[in-house]
Antibody, heavy 114, light 109 residues
């Protein structure tokens, strides 16, 4: 069973790039899909995108122009970069492993504010 | 890509059954048998309850069941318990992407 842990800055300035890392333990990310999902305060979940260990990616069409997801199999980590952030990007960001989003990290709150 | 439609809230008494609906389109729910349901308690991460419309991961009680008809999916919780009070989110494959519903708050009376 995978254990996932998100990490990164809790505060990002508008127009800058949000960067988060998901560290995976209890198994290798090789062979797994790893996704990023976010949840704005008091709102529902929003799928951001996923990466397969082979490097193939798919992104939410509404975020595609600003999102990059990458994986470092040697460190068993997956990263999320979201550029040109605004207050609307304030949310709890989760990473999840497995094609069915079987395993979730605890989430990390990112606030976009100057 | 629009969010799937769920009722904002549902409620039921202990021991009763409740059903939560999730309505999409032929491009997501109706087009694929890849509908999942997640349970989320306040301040916690979501937990997978149902995948592939009606399959349960190991450890999820049989009280939770899923179904689909056309462009709509449903989650039924039978024998309602106090600990079932939580938010429930549906999710569907939409052709190289995934889309979630807005979430439903279940209150156990």
């Amino acid at each position: 069973q995978l254990h996932l842990q998100e990490s990164g800055p809790g505060l990002v300035k508008p127009s800058e790039t949000l960067s988060l890392t998901c560290s995976v333990s209890g198994g290798s990310i090789s062979g797994y899909y790893c996704s990023w999902i976010r949840q704005s305060p008091g709102k529902g979940l929003e799928w951001i995108g996923y990466i397969y260990y082979s490097g193939s990616t798919n992104y939410n069409p509404s975020l595609k122009s600003r999102v990059t997801i990458s994986a470092d199999t040697s460190k068993n980590q997956v990263s999320l970069n979201l550029s040109s952030v605004t207050a609307a990007d304030t949310a709890v960001y989760y990473c999840a492993g497995g094609y069915n989003l079987d395993f979730w990290g605890q989430g990390t709150l990112v606030t976009v504010s100057s | 890509q629009s969010a799937l439609t769920q009722p904002r809230s549902v409620s039921g008494s202990p021991g009763q059954s409740v059903t939560i609906s999730c309505t999409g389109t032929s491009s997501d729910v109706g087009g694929y048998d890849f509908v999942s349901w997640f349970q989320q308690h306040p301040g916690k991460a979501p937990k997978l309850l149902i995948f592939d419309v009606n399959r349960r991961p190991s450890g999820v009680p049989g009280r939770f069941s899923g179904s689909k008809s056309g462009n709509a999916a449903s989650l039924t919780i039978s024998g309602l318990q106090a600990e079932d009070e939580a938010d429930y989110h549906c999710c569907s494959y939409a052709g190289r992407s995934w889309v979630f519903g807005g979430g439903t708050k279940l209150t156990v009376l």
